[in-house]
């Protein structure tokens, strides 16, 4: 498993233009507007003030890259289904989320985050559908896994998820929570696998 030793802020990109072409491959956090990337990244990286979190959606209004022990980014992009966004920001952000996904060969995964308590939502299914339609590999983190009181919920978490979302079998869920750190190890390791590729 890789043992964070550093992790900084490298660039934060508002416009296609400014995307970094670097040396380094990466891997990038997608999900809904407050589903918790930011908590994730924090959460791996084990500093909580490295990515800002807030309980207002619409948070990351940028794609971060964060640089991880100066060998690979870890990518926090904004999310989506934020309603309060005015049309021309609506637009702004699919454009830039649009040209980053499809034109990214350093790409070499997704964390697709849904949220443990609410599953996947109509955004999430179309988020999936176009992962897979541009063959960009992906795995599915179920957030706030907390919240979970019910061990009834929980056992049937990943089964809801799966049938919800319509995943492969092949494609890894990992329940995670920013708050006990639940799943942190599997993320990373997941991380491994994606950068060998
Ligand atoms: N209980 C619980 N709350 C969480 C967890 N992760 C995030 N939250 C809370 O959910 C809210 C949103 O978290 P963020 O990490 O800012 O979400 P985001 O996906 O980055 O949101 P945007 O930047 O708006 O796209 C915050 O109030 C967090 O404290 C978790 O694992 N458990
Ligand atoms: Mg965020």
């Known amino acids: 498993m890789i043992a964070v030793k550093k992790a900084q802020l490298y660039r934060t990109v508002f416009t296609p233009e ?22 994730l990244l924090n959460a791996i990286v084990k500093n909580y003030r490295l990515a800002k979190v807030s309980s207002s959606p619409g948070k990351t209004r940028s794609i ?25 920001e609506q637009k702004r952000w699919k454009k830039l989320i649009e040209s980053y996904l499809t034109d990214r060969d350093k790409l070499k995964g997704i ?39 019910k061990q009834s919920e929980r056992a049937r978490l990943k089964k809801r998820i799966r049938e919800k979302l319509g995943l492969n079998k092949e494609i890894e869920i990992i329940p995670f929570s920013s708050k006990t750190r639940e799943g942190r190890g599997e993320v990373l390791k997941q991380i491994e696998q994606f950068l060998e590729r």
């Open 18 to 39: 400014d995307l970094p072409d670097t040396p380094y491959s990466e891997v990038a956090f997608v999900g809904r507007s407050n589903v918790g990337k930011s908590s």
């Open 64 to 88: 971060n890259f964060y640089l991880v022990n100066d060998r690979f980014f870890v990518v926090d992009l904004p999310g989506y289904g934020f309603a309060k966004l005015s049309a021309a």
């Open 111 to 149: 964390f697709l985050l849904v949220d443990s308590k609410v599953g996947p939502t109509e955004k999430d299914i179309a988020m999936k559908e176009w992962l897979e339609y541009y063959g960009i590999p992906y795995c599915v983190v179920a957030t706030k896994v907390d919240k979970l009181k």
